[in-house]
């Protein structure tokens, strides 16, 4: 079973800022299957990023992904207020398709 | 894209069973979609419940496999959770969700959520 951890738990960064979420992986991911998802209160999770580093349309250029094997990374290069909310990796490289526990971005 | 959207009791009692329903609008349940369902506990991460291609071919989390059931109805164009045993643990806001594909991948559409509270 792979385990993801996400770090930091909680981010506190201002608008304008750059973000740098963490998702380290054990064991490693085979293909880079990895996920990054937004989630804000009351609304469903959002798909940001696939295959650790390919975009969804429609989703900002200021997101990207990067990574491989066991350490992912999402990075926001300029926060928006909109941008504040929790952030899950996810593999599905094998069941379980386990979800890193989030971090929380939060404003400063 | 579909659309998706939960449904089922709100309150379970200890010891029962949660039963959920996911109705799916803007595409059909015989897509070649994995169909899945998500939980998130309150003031907790999200955790992936299991997933079902129409064919009936399902995936469990190997944690919850002895008490979940996730099976497809084509004529009402839905899918549904069956978790049995329930707890107090198993309290949650419950998602379905659906990745476009028939091989395991991200979830692309997601329904927003029920909650189902397990208590006496």
């Known amino acids: 079973e792979i385990v993801l951890t996400q770090s930091p738990g909680t981010l506190s960064l201002s608008p304008g800022e750059r973000a740098t979420l963490s998702c380290r992986a054990s064991p490693s991911v085979p293909g880079n299957y990895v996920a990054w998802y937004q989630h804000k209160p009351g609304q469903a999770p959002r798909l940001l990023i696939y295959g650790a580093s390919t975009r969804i349309t429609g989703i900002p250029d200021r997101f990207s992904g990067s990574g491989s094997g066991a350490d992912f990374t999402l990075t926001i290069s300029r926060l928006e207020p909109e941008d504040f909310a929790v952030y899950y990796c996810q593999h599905y490289a094998g069941s379980p398709r386990s979800f890193g526990q989030g971090t929380k971005l939060e404003i400063k | 894209q579909v659309q998706l959207q939960e449904s089922g009791p709100g309150l379970v009692k200890p010891s029962g069973t949660l039963s959920l329903t996911c109705a799916v609008s803007g595409g059909s349940i015989s897509n070649n979609y994995l169909w899945t369902w998500v939980r998130q506990p309150p003031g907790k991460g999200l955790e992936w419940i299991g997933e079902i291609f129409h064919s009936g071919r399902t995936t469990y989390n190997p944690s919850l496999k002895s008490r979940v059931t996730i099976s497809v109805d084509k004529s009402k164009n839905q899918f549904s959770l069956k978790l049995t045993s329930v707890t107090a643990a198993d309290t949650a806001l419950y998602y379905c969700?659906?990745?476009?594909?028939?091989?395991?991948?991200?979830?692309?559409?997601w329904g927003q959520g029920t909650l189902v509270t397990v208590s006496s």
């Open positions: 969700a659906a990745h476009r594909g028939e091989t395991p991948g991200p979830l692309d559409d």
